[in-house]
């Protein structure tokens, strides 16, 4: 039996590739279902409990400072106290990423899920501050493998029509999380409860998460697929030990080798080389420096530079403008983004990092406008406009709000590219440095450079030195559009690179004569839109063709081998344009005949 596989007649076989694994590579290896089972379970309700703490450590600082007694919190502690989880998270990011290439997945994740729920129930009761700072850095410490995990696991698992959105709503989770903490803490401490009631409650959804994940097998939790070769060799191991002892393993192969793993120093020089990484990760810092110093300057700013303003109107729009603006960002982007194609190739990249461009546009103008407000607002010298505020105060909050929309349709998508061109096995620790880096430029640097900005006019008015502040908040966006204008040269020059690639795998597929290395071959060339070079279509046109004899059990020897000379290959491609422009003709020729054989016989 015979099938219609790209343009060439491939004979539904073992030794051919089904259609359904070069879709969706992983759905030989994992079913959707179970897929889908690992990502609500892991990537969106561990990632919301993760978050969890973030709203509801600010919201248990009233009751926290009122149980210090004779030693109160000063503000740097409650600084350092609200940080530590960050210092943790970038102390962590590169060795969990460096341990994921080298260890098992589900064994890795077991103990850190397990540390974390720990470290957080034991903060609810913590006094000391000694103890509380270090249980959260050790929340820190356990929630970056979560991130490096969720980010490499979604690029490989994810389904290719579903990867930018799976990316977006692990961003809603992580802030609705951070909304839940707040609401539990702050109205729960308002209310009579204890500020450790909202640490043990996320403490017991986190507890449910890691029993879920014992019982998930360890192939579910796999970062990179297996080659064959590799599903092989599991295969062989698993029956030896099922002739043996009667056990199988469903994770012989689920992670590298230690022997087999890249060494560190290579993947740093990989990834310095890699200029759509680098760019890509400055980006996503960008995103996350916005949203952290608009969230630092929000309270204090608003209500310095507009006096009248209730401090409960303010904290409520803050809620309004980021939450709306985030989701709104959040949804739109990714849904966009997919529905164009999505990232998942070279050229898809490409694209990808066009429309990326103007949403950094967008968030450039709209910071633009933004300082335009604070300006006309000092410029027309009324400070006191009532608990309202005025037409200065809404048009600079329409202004916020696009800016944490366009920055959070980008997320997404930033944090999948900047995975998608990084080779496979070495996924973990790229991961790993990006939440680094990220960490670093974005959620750190949020509060201290805009604080850094105000120092430097400490002469001033309050309110002047904090308009200052989120006036070079909102400024900054402007260098999203060089980021993005960057990665889309480097992105174009990667293309460029893997169409290569793609000719040299080609190469060694003809040498061998093997119909799965032509097939895949194929597809990847496919990938990097190799057929839209002459030279391309005319090898893909031979690609199939050979596929198709070695399939029905012939050799190649009817076939030009790849030689790389062009001209063979143009006289190649040009012979099998007049055999197939030769047999639309005689069918043609054969449908008039029938058609006139029937006129006449009714």
Known sequence: MMTTVDGGNVPASSNCISPTELLDPAASHVSRTARV???????????????YDGGAVPASLVELQKKAGSHPWSEFELGLLGSMDKIGMVVASVPWGWSLQRFNAKLLMAVSLFLNAGCTLAF???????????????????????GVWSTVWTVTMAPPDRKTMWFGLGAVSAGLGNGIGYAVAGFGTANGLPYAFAFQLASGVLGVCWIALLFFPASWLRIRLPTHEEDARANEVEETRHREDGRSTDDA????????S??????????????????????????????????????????????????????????VVS????????????????????????PGVIRTIKVLWYFQLVAALAGGAGVGCLYGKFHTKQHDTGEWGDEWLWMLWISIFVVIAA????????CGINVEVIPEPSRAFASGTEMTVRNVLGYMCGPLLPALVMSLNSGSEKSWQLALGLGFVLA???????????????ATRFLADQQQVAFGKLRLAFQAQDAVALRRAVDFAKRVDLEVLDDGRAVVG???????????????????????DQEELHAHASQLEQTVTHQEGRIRRQHLELERLRGLLS
């Open 542 to 564: 031979m690609a199939n063709q050979a596929i198709g004899q070695l399939c029905a059990g012939q050799g190649l020897s009817q076939t030009l081998v790849l030689t790389g």
């Open 262 to 319: 890249p060494a560190t120093l290579q993947d740093l020089k990989n990834m310095m080389n890699n200029k759509v990484y680098l760019w890509t990760a400055l980006a996503i810092s960008l995103t996350m420096f916005e949203v952290s110093a608009i969230q630092f300057l929000w309270n204090r700013a608003f209500t310095e530079i507009l006096p009248g303003l209730n401090i409960n109107f303010v904290t409520l729009m803050s809620l």
């Open 407 to 414: 920055q959070n349709a980008c997320v997404a998508a930033l």
């Open 124 to 146: 609810g009761f913590l006094r000391e501050k000694s103890w509380m700072y270090l249980a959260k850095f050790l929340i820190g410490v356990t929630q970056a493998l979560q």
């Open 253 to 260: 192969t689920s992670e590298t080798s230690p022997a087999s």
């Open 37 to 51: 089972l690992v990502f609500v379970v892991l990537c969106q309700g561990v990632q919301m409990f993760m978050s």
């Open 323 to 346: 939450g709306a603006g985030g989701g709104v960002g959040i949804a739109f982007g990714p849904w966009f983004i997919d529905s164009r194609g999505g990232f998942g190739s070279p």
């Open 476 to 490: 900054v966006n402007a260098v999203g559009i060089g980021l993005i204008g960057a990665c889309s040269s480097s």
